[in-house]
């Protein structure tokens, strides 16, 4: 249902700010170079010999494809699906098999847990100084011309990033019947990590 809403609530704010919309000749001649430079240069063969099409793979193929041969592959490779099937299986299988034999591989998790979330409280201390060196250098590399031409896009995306994030939030608040700023407090790190990734 959330998602539904943040989806409604995008297509409504995008059609009354209208991003894209009444760009001047300059605007897109710039917006035109910027994507020529960075796309992918395409060479196709008009006369050569046509491509068998090869059968889509199914549902069987999908779910087999879930589970991973080999984790530590999976986790280097980033495929967060295959880790993300692997994590619940192995958590269903502790929780099932819970006795005082695997207390320690609890303690191993909770250990390696305790010590992610420290690494990230630490990472929010520094991630406004990179946030804003990657800015920098993206500004050096594109120029500013090109935020220029896409200041509509970007107020646009900013004003539904509030949106979203303050209506997200008062629900919060309102299912957890705490303080605001005991809300807003603990909504803090999350809310940097989600700037600073695509997450």
């Not at 920098?136 to 896009?153: E, H, K, R």
Request: charged letters at 10%; aromatic letters at 6%.
């Amino acid at each position: 249902m959330s998602l539904l809403a943040a989806s409604g609530l995008t297509v409504i704010i995008a059609a009354l700010l209208g991003p894209g919309r009444n760009l001047s000749g300059q605007t897109l001649k710039a917006l035109g170079i910027l994507v020529n430079d960075s796309g992918i240069d395409l060479e196709m063969a008009l006369s050569g010999p046509i491509p068998i099409e090869e059968e889509a793979p199914g549902l069987s193929h999908f779910l087999i494809n879930l589970v991973p041969h080999n984790i530590f592959d999976a986790l280097s490779q980033g495929e967060t699906l295959k880790v993300l099937v692997f994590s619940i299986v192995v958590g269903i299988s502790l929780g099932l098999v819970r006795d005082r034999v695997t207390k320690p591989c609890f303690d191993i998790l909770e250990a390696i847990y305790r010590t992610f979330n420290q690494l990230i409280q630490w990472l929010t201390i520094i991630l406004p100084i990179g946030l804003f060196s990657l800015l920098a250098y993206q500004l050096s590399q594109q120029g500013l011309d090109v935020i220029l031409s896409m200041i509509n896009f970007l107020i646009t995306s900013i004003i539904t990033f509030l949106a979203i994030y303050i209506i997200s939030t008062l629900v919060i608040w309102n299912q957890a019947r705490k303080p605001l700023i005991q809300i807003l407090a603990a909504l803090r790190e999350p809310t940097i990590l989600s700037l600073a990734t695509s997450s």
